[in-house]
């Protein structure tokens, strides 16, 4: 497991380059036939993908002692969201099928998790967030039925987009987690632009629906104090709570957002003016 710490503004602004990558950077999300898992101290977020292709895998009681329980869920929620072929998921004994881009949101107190493709050759990529939780909320998929779609930007600015929401108040009842996928259109390149923060809950971000020659820049850092990173497909990058997070594109892309902490108010954004950015 990769632990990365909490960061202060005031470090955060001294790094170059590698500094940032190491910080802030998730560089490889997909293993075949192994789940990857990165904990960040940030509001104890857990970011990840379970790529099962030949065998299945199964997140067990290897992970219990490093987060002093028993188990992985003993308390936690999970959300993850299907961006390859179709999955097969076992949930104590409960089967779901999550097809390509459809979520499944797992309750705390979750026991076994079991992950398998229901075809080899086109193994399920289930990127994953999860949270602290004291409360079962029931497991359940989310289709792309199930969830709210908001269209916004234009192609003037460039930022021509769909953000579906699928782990919302409006969509089911979490405890922290919210999720969700927003998809540029051909020829918008920037996303989260007007940018904002919000002191109240951190954000990862995971682009992918990139190929080799793509990559965004991504942008983070106080407002006033702006760093980038660069992103190539299938990648993800932590933002905590005094960040902006917002990235421009060679070209389009997708990408998922996760946010936890304070509340699960999507609209509860710190919007930055474009004149204020430094
Ligand atoms: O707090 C909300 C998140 O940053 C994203 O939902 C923003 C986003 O998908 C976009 O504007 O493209
Ligand atoms: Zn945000």
Avoid at 190 to 213: A, G, I, L
Wanted: charged content about 25%; some cysteine; aromatic content about 8%.
């Amino acid at each position: 497991m990769d632990v990365r710490q909490s960061i202060h503004s005031d470090h955060a602004k001294t790094l170059d380059t590698t500094g940032i990558r190491k910080e802030f950077l998730v560089e490889k999300i997909f293993e075949a036939d192994k789940y990857t898992m990165v904990y960040s101290h940030i509001d104890r977020i857990v970011i990840g993908g379970i790529m099962p292709v030949k065998n299945t895998v199964t997140i067990g009681a290897e992970v219990g002692k490093q987060f002093g329980v028993n188990y992985f869920l003993e308390r936690r929620e999970l959300g993850l969201i299907n961006i390859g072929g179709d999955a097969t998921i076992i949930v104590d004994g409960t089967t779901y099928t999550v097809k390509n881009e459809e979520a499944l949101y797992i309750g705390k107190g979750a026991k076994s998790l079991e992950f398998k493709s229901v075809d080899s050759s086109k193994p399920a990529k289930l990127y994953y967030n999860s949270a602290p939780a004291h409360h079962t909320y029931p497991t359940r998929t989310i289709t792309k039925n199930d969830t709210v779609a908001q269209p916004l930007g234009s192609l003037e600015t460039c930022n021509k987009r769909t953000i579906r929401k699928y782990l919302v108040p409006d969509v089911l009842e979490t405890c922290q987690l919210s999720m969700g996928m927003t998809r540029l259109e051909e020829g918008s390149n920037w996303n989260s632009m007007p940018t904002h923060t919000h002191e109240r809950r951190m954000e990862v971000y995971f682009y992918f629906d990139m190929d080799d020659e793509t990559i965004v820049f991504h942008m983070m850092g106080k407002p006033q104090e702006t760093r980038h990173v660069v992103m190539h497909n299938e990648q993800a990058v932590i933002s905590p709570s005094w960040s902006i997070h917002s990235g421009v594109g060679t070209k389009r892309y997708t990408f998922i957002w996760g946010m936890i902490g304070e509340n699960l108010t999507f609209d509860d954004m710190d919007h930055i003016a474009m004149k204020d950015i430094r």
